[in-house]
């Protein structure tokens, strides 16, 4: 494969993104900076990093890949998957007041203000198998876009790619990450709707791109037939309800997703986001990229690689400049997820491990030597999920089982913890270990019943059992016995449910697919004019705080 003068897009902006982090390492100089933002993040920067966290390669890839090959019914998984912000507007607020009120940077910060310090442990181990799955998943996806578009090495472009994210994720921290997930957010989003106004036109030879969008369902009916746009063929209730509950703790209590949470401004902030992100990903980006997956299917349909669909399409049927800066937004989205698993491994370490290890030594803890250890891991983290990518074949089968495992055993102690003041340290540790250990059985019998629900059955009885068997801290309990959501609140997710019933119910017949497709197409849209403004700090906002008038930033 030859070089072209487009291919010099995707470097220079992995060029670019080294010094994003080099420029910002100097404002890095308190751990609430490096791990959290300082609680600061605005409305604009909260939702774009929490979306590319979440819609990475494993979404633009590894999702629309499988629309391609198992057809439009496929698209239940990323609609479980959004679905999990319902859960998260209901828990936001509180872990956001929580961290407003104690010092509060991770996952087991939380378990150990409301546990103990073994179970927060124990979570760590939990948390960082998943986030070495979650980062070399997307590393892997980056590998195969540069291998299938540019024709460079899969384990070169890992490489590559795992050298540019550690380098800047090292130097710029959350904000640092957080600033590159907006720019990458823009130009996916742009390129999703790029993508699929010309992939319509692609299948209709004499017509404009605005006629063949207002055919698109007949077009695409016509070519892939009705059985591969089904919104229900082969889909079973309990495959939807397993793709729900194994990324429901990745949409709401896993160290990337408390991370954000705990940077918001506010509690209202952070829930608002939450639903809007219901709308976003279970509804714009599920249609959308799954629309991606049948396009690629009809134009071309003996593509070696489904999981290369996103690409292939963008330089296929769009100008070969303009496809490259999508498909350099697609390297971006991979890399947000790395990015973000990357810092969150880091801060297990140097906060769950090495800060708690001195204080518990009575001994005072150096900001700067926490910063420093948490580099460091993010270097070795890094490495560990490069090799990870180099010998895992499957993106989307890399997250799964790491997901799994850590999903059957963090989220029911998490969650119970949260609403039962009975709740104890002995039923939480025994929940963690039955999850975990279960889901693991599991997956390597490959038994029949999905491991994670297996996992999370496991995970509550322990819970459960454990606590009524051990003597209750109504203290430790009563710190998390508060609400944050009120009526206005109520009113906005009652709107945003009927929206989403309405959409899911249009998906399932082809008649109302044309508005549908406008829809999406036009919140897309939509969304990268309110990502533009909000982007910007609002003086007359200053100074705002979360409802509860708690502490406004992390000391």
Same mark, same amino acid.
């Not at 959004?82 to 872990?95: E, M, P």
């Not at 593509?303 to 971006?332: C, D, K, R, Y």
């Not at 390597?444 to 509550?460: E, M, R, Y």
């Not at 919140?523 to 990268?528: A, D, M, Q, R, V």
């Given at each position: 494969?030859?070089? !072209? ?59 629309? $890949? ?67 799955? $979650? ?89 892939? *037939? ?47 986001? !939450? ?56 390297? *971006? ?10 810092? !969150? ?36 983290? $890094?490495?560990? !999920? ?30 119970? $913890? ?138």
């Amino acid at each position: 494969m030859g070089f !072209s003068l487009p291919y010099l897009i995707p470097m220079v902006y992995l060029i670019v993104l080294v010094f994003i982090g080099i420029a910002l390492a100097k404002r890095q100089e308190t751990r609430s900076d490096f791990f959290v933002a300082s609680n600061k993040m605005n409305s604009g920067v909260l939702f774009t990093t929490i979306f590319s966290t979440v819609v990475g390669a494993n979404t633009y890839m590894g999702f629309s $890949g499988m629309v391609f090959n198992d057809g439009f019914s496929m698209t239940w998984l990323l609609v479980a998957a959004g679905s999990a912000y319902f859960v998260l507007f209901f828990i936001s607020g509180k872990l956001r007041r929580i961290a407003s009120k104690h010092e509060v940077f991770t996952l087991p910060d939380m378990m150990e203000l409301r546990y103990s310090r073994p179970v927060a442990l124990v979570t760590t181990i939990f948390s960082l198998v998943a986030l070495v799955g $979650g980062a070399g998943g997307s590393i892997l996806g980056v590998g195969v876009i540069l291998n299938s578009v540019i024709g460079i090495d899969t384990t070169v472009a890992i490489l590559i790619t795992s050298v540019v994210t550690i380098l800047y994720t090292t130097f710029g921290g959350l904000m640092g990450v957080a600033l590159t997930d907006w720019v990458q957010s823009m130009i996916m989003i742009a390129g999703l709707i790029l993508v699929i106004l010309f992939g319509f036109q692609a299948l209709s030879d004499d017509a404009n791109v605005f006629n063949a969008t207002l055919d698109g369902a007949e077009i695409l009916s016509t070519a892939v *037939g009705g059985e591969v746009l089904s919104f229900t063929e082969g889909m079973t209730f309990l495959m939807v309800i397993a793709w729900a509950i194994t990324f429901l703790p990745l949409n709401t209590i896993s160290q990337t997703q408390m991370q954000r949470v705990y940077a918001a401004k506010s509690e209202r902030v952070i829930q608002r986001i !939450s639903l809007l992100m219901v709308i976003f990903v279970a509804l714009f980006m599920a249609f959308g990229l799954a629309l991606v997956g049948v396009l690629g299917k009809a134009i071309t349909p003996t593509l070696e690689n489904p999981e290369t669909v996103f690409p292939i399409l963008a330089m296929e049927v769009i100008n070969p400049w303009i496809g490259m800066v999508i498909i350099t937004g697609i390297l *971006g989205a991979c890399m947000s997820t790395v990015d973000s698993n990357l810092l !969150s491994a880091g801060i297990h370490v140097s906060r769950d491990m090495y800060e708690h290890g001195k204080k518990a030594a009575g001994k005072p803890v150096d900001e700067k030597q926490s910063i420093k250890i948490t580099r460091i891991t993010l270097v070795v983290i $890094g490495a560990l !999920s490069t090799v990870a990518a180099i010998f895992t074949p499957s993106i989307m089968e890399l997250l799964l089982v790491t997901m799994h495992i850590f999903a059957g055993a963090t989220f029911a102690p998490v969650i119970i $913890g949260l609403y039962w003041k009975r709740a104890t340290s002995g039923g939480a540790m025994l929940g963690l270990l039955l999850g975990g250990i279960s889901t693991i059985i599991a997956e390597i019998i490959h038994s029949t019943l999905d491991p994670v629900i297996i996992g999370i059955i496991f995970s509550i009885l322990g819970v459960i059992v454990g606590s009524l068997l051990t003597k209750a801290n109504f203290e430790k309990g009563s710190l998390f016995a508060f609400k944050t959501v009120d009526s206005k609140d109520y009113k906005f997710l009652f709107m945003i449910a009927g929206v989403y019933v309405l959409f899911l119910l249009g998906l399932t017949s082809l008649s109302f697919w044309t508005p549908l497709i406008l829809l999406t197409i036009a919140g897309l849209i939509f969304s990268l004019i309110m990502l533009t403004i909000y982007i910007f700090p609002s003086k007359r906002k200053a100074g705002y705080v979360s409802k509860s008038n708690g502490k406004s930033q992390l000391h």
